[in-house]
């Protein structure tokens, strides 16, 4: 609404200044028309596409961003739920952009402060309503009235159609002027003073169907629908009121384009004596009036008796006048193309720290800026206000761009980045990371945080990684917490996750696991999750339909069986399904998670068991991680064919796998060894083998056991 006022007034003002700067040297019905312009724009109520002609882009930024940005805040600290009862080091994933949109609005709706408060803004609508209703109001009822008492006093005059250009005449006693009026079944109607003499009866006819001709009874219509729904704009009642003198004067020219200039004048006599004084109420009708002020009366004379030709170059100019105003005014403002995170700074922000990592495909940027308080806001000794801009090349709007305003400690910025790559010397998966200095290759870098810490102590961690969104880690802290033994929890975590992976098994269609009964002793919250990974992305679906109670209300039973059927999981072996065992206590460590590798088939997870020799690290525990891995990604089953494939990796040594078929005997729940259906030759590194679905008797639950000899462990995956 607010684009559509500022374009509308503006083309009224410019139409008002052509209308004084070219009187006399361009036609009237082409001043007159130029109102139709202004006509368009205010019934249109959007603008057409964006144009860097548009009046739009020469507003300030901060106006166009209130414009197109409404959900934009400013000078206030993102909000963000806070739990006061939180422990010491809980950190508190806030989420993506699409989080934080999410807990704004949240916050808006009045999640934060449920009292009521009445919001002003809230009540512009109701009040433009209720001034429409009033105005419109008014206007229906006066043309309404004006409309019963010409029917009530009309008498039918006998003209000729070929004098009266096929409209019904009539004459009313008390009509102030005479008029057209109608605007489905239009007519002429006179008052007495018109019938005086026959040449001024014609020159009233030829005043009142030079109306017709030109639809002013339509365009007094629409008139009078702009000035109800514009009744708060008195430039609209401005352009009203000049838009009904020029359909005058407009008129006035088409009668007496052929006319010599005695019978001008005889016509702007008749004008004077007919219509001296204006008549009440006719600002408020759609029907024509050849009533005037003093004023515009003799600017009407004055045009009648010195019409002029109009000048080709003023009309060319005019012409050339109405189309750059219409590119002016009734376009949209042109989107600055956005570049990088710098382009979000405002007039009075400084660059603090500048973070940026990615390549040519897929670019981000995290500005930290220092910007002035808010008005009214005071910060404390040791403060300052700061402003964290997010940009992301591969997005298509960046409508999320500011992800955090408010105070924070001085210097408390630190950024860190990482390329994960495995410290030799480190504990076994942990990542090297190294003070981002800005002067880093973006390409080389894997994952970047930026770190602030509010006043209150709370840490805000900004994480960035190239093949996920931006996230927001909030750590707080609460004094008087109880200490604990954190690293043997995390074991202890972490062989329940192991026994749960272990006792994941394939029993007909459904997969069945067993809940570790040590999760009876765990105080911290925990669930179960069944998630899916579509291959190429980067988040993961939860799993909801079809799966036991227990996966919804959380009230599960350890060292109880559940299934979970087939069906519930996606078809095909487009991604990963993964059963998680969340421990909702945010100072653990993440749990590992647990595969159900082509789930379509397969029972998963592909599990492997070790020596218990000592377990490799540093570069040798990479080296073991990678050629497990390499192999288990290679597996695929085929419903249609029962066609079980799988490749050794290429990095392997001649000899260094070797496999083992077996086929589960139900009667005696034991596994006999079928190694007969396997190639004869030992499988060498890169070569695909195929177990045929044809090969291997129906109905019969085999397991694969592929064993490394370098490390001495084995995967296994079970099929049917």
């Not at 312009?37 to 603008?47: D, G, K, N, Q, Y």
């Not at 109009?310 to 100019?317: E, F, S, V």
């Not at 570049?339 to 603090?352: I, K, N, Q, V």
């Not at 043997?488 to 972490?494: A, K, N, P, S």
């Amino acid at each position: 609404m607010l684009e559509l006022l500022i374009t509308s007034s503006l083309l009224i003002l410019a139409v008002l200044a052509v209308r004084a700067l070219l009187a006399g040297r361009i036609s009237r019905r082409m001043q007159y028309a130029l109102w139709g312009l202004v006509l368009l724009r205010l019934l249109l109520p959007f603008s057409l596409p964006q144009s860097r002609a548009s009046v739009l882009n020469a507003l300030p930024d901060t106006a166009q961003v209130s414009l197109t940005r409404p959900e934009e805040f400013s000078g206030e600290t993102l909000p963000v739920p806070v739990d006061t009862e939180t422990q010491t080091g809980t950190a508190e994933i806030i989420g993506t952009q699409a989080g934080l949109s999410e807990i704004t609005n949240n916050t808006a709706s009045g999640a934060q402060h449920p009292e009521w408060s009445l919001n002003p803004a809230a009540l512009l609508p109701v009040i433009w309503a209720a001034g429409a209703l009033l105005t419109g109001g008014a206007l229906v009822w006066a043309n309404l009235r004006f409309a019963l008492r010409l029917r009530r006093e009309r008498c039918q005059l006998d003209l000729a159609p070929e004098v009266t250009g096929g409209l019904p005449v009539y004459l009313c006693h008390d009509l102030a002027s005479p008029c057209l009026h109608g605007l489905l079944h239009p007519a002429i109607y006179l008052n007495p003073a018109a019938l005086e003499s026959r040449e001024r009866l014609d020159f009233v006819l030829a005043h009142e169907k030079a109306h017709h001709r030109h639809k002013d009874h339509i365009w007094g219509a629409l008139r009078c629908f702009v000035l109800a729904v514009y009744w708060f704009d008195p430039l609209v009642w401005w352009a009203a009121a000049a838009s009904r003198r020029d359909c005058e004067l407009a008129c006035d020219e088409a009668v007496t384009a052929s006319m010599e200039e005695a019978r001008r004048r005889d016509y702007g006599r008749c004008l004077v004596e007919l219509v001296p004084n204006r008549a009440r109420g006719t600002a408020l009708l759609a029907a024509t009036s050849m009533s005037g002020t003093a004023r515009s009366m003799q600017q009407r004379l004055k045009a009648i008796v010195t019409a002029k030709k109009p000048r080709r170059a003023a009309i060319a100019l005019t012409a050339a006048g109405a189309v750059l105003l219409t590119a002016c005014t009734f376009t949209g403002a042109s989107e600055e193309t956005v570049t990088g995170a710098r382009d979000f700074l405002a007039e009075g922000e400084t660059e603090w720290k500048l973070c940026t990592l990615g390549d040519e495909s897929r670019m981000q940027e995290l500005l930290v800026a220092r910007a002035p308080a808010p008005e009214g806001e005071t910060l404390a000794q040791g403060q300052e206000y700061v402003k964290v801009y997010y940009w992301d090349s591969a997005a298509e709007t960046q409508e999320n761009y500011l992800q955090f305003a408010g105070p924070v400690a001085n210097g408390s910025l630190e950024a860190t980045w990482s390329d994960e790559t495995l410290d030799p010397d480190a504990e076994s998966g942990v990542v090297r990371v190294q003070p981002y200095q800005g002067s880093e290759d973006p390409a080389g870098i894997r994952t970047l945080d930026v770190v602030l810490l509010e006043p209150d102590g709370t840490q805000l961690q900004f994480n960035l990684n190239r093949d996920a969104p931006l996230t927001l880690i909030k750590t707080r802290k609460v004094e008087n917490e109880e200490p604990f033994d954190s690293m043997q929890t995390d074991w202890e975590l972490m062989d329940l996750n192991t026994q749960l992976a272990n006792s994941i098994h394939q029993e007909g269609d459904s997969l069945h696991f067993t809940l570790p009964e040590g999760l009876k002793d765990r105080p911290e919250h925990w669930r179960l999750a069944l998630s899916y990974l579509p291959a190429g992305e980067t988040r993961e679906i939860e799993i909801t339909e079809g799966l036991p109670e227990p996966f919804a209300s959380g009230e599960w039973e350890p060292g109880q069986e559940y299934a979970i059927p087939l069906d519930a999981l996606p078809t095909g072996n487009e991604g990963t399904a993964s059963l998680q065992l969340l421990i909702e206590k945010e100072d653990m460590l993440p749990l590992p998670i647990t595969s159900l590798a082509d789930y379509q088939r397969l029972t998963g997870p592909l599990f492997s068991t070790r020596s218990e020799e000592e377990a490799p690290t540093g570069d040798a525990l990479a080296e073991y991680q990678a050629a497990m891995t390499a192999l288990s990604e290679t597996v695929r089953w085929d419903p249609d064919t029962r066609d079980f494939t799988f490749t050794i990796p290429e990095t392997a040594e001649p000899g260094e796998w070797t496999l083992e078929l077996s086929q589960r005997n139900p009667e005696r729940d034991s596994w006999v060894t079928r190694s007969a259906l396997l190639p004869d030759a030992e499988p060498q590194p890169g070569e695909t083998v195929t177990l045929k679905g044809a090969d291997l008797p129906e109905g019969g639950h085999y397991r694969l056991d592929a064993t490394n000899t370098l490390w001495n462990t084995t995967l296994s995956v079970e099929f049917e």
